[in-house]
């Protein structure tokens, strides 16, 4: 099993950035392709970015290609997300979440954080 805990969410500006932080706990971290998802008001939970077990492969959803990028620490048990050039539009409560096999939809990912809320304001 695997504990997921998120951080770094805030308020920022339009053009600002953050940094998502996710701390895992429990056996083999370096086993799971790690994600992050968002949900905002009234919307699903969409997938915005995942790396494999290794860190060498990450992909992202079209809108935010070029501004987001996910990495991993496997010897911290960490995944980060940097967000750079943030949009009203990236308003969100921002998930981490761990699965066995790459996924884009919130389905394929079997454990999950609690969540940190990003506000972009124009």
């Known amino acids: 099993q695997v504990q997921l805990v998120e951080s770094g969410g805030g308020s920022v500006q339009a053009g600002g950035s953050l940094r998502l932080s996710c701390a895992a706990s429990?056996?083999?971290?370096?086993?799971?392709?790690m994600g992050w998802f968002r949900q905002a008001p009234g919307k699903e939970r969409a997938f915005v970015a995942d790396i494999s077990p290794s860190g060498g492969s990450a992909r992202y959803t079209d809108s935010v290609e070029g501004r987001f990028t996910i990495s991993r620490d496997n010897a911290k048990n960490t995944v980060s997300l940097q967000m750079n050039n943030l949009e009203a539009e990236d308003t969100a409560l921002y998930y981490c979440?761990?699965?066995?096999?790459?996924?884009?939809?919130?389905?394929?990912?079997?454990?999950w954080g609690q969540g940190t809320q990003v506000i972009v304001s124009s």
């Open positions: 979440a761990a699965a066995l096999l790459r996924a884009t939809t919130a389905r394929g990912y079997r454990y």
């Open positions: 429990g056996r083999s971290f370096s086993s799971y392709v």
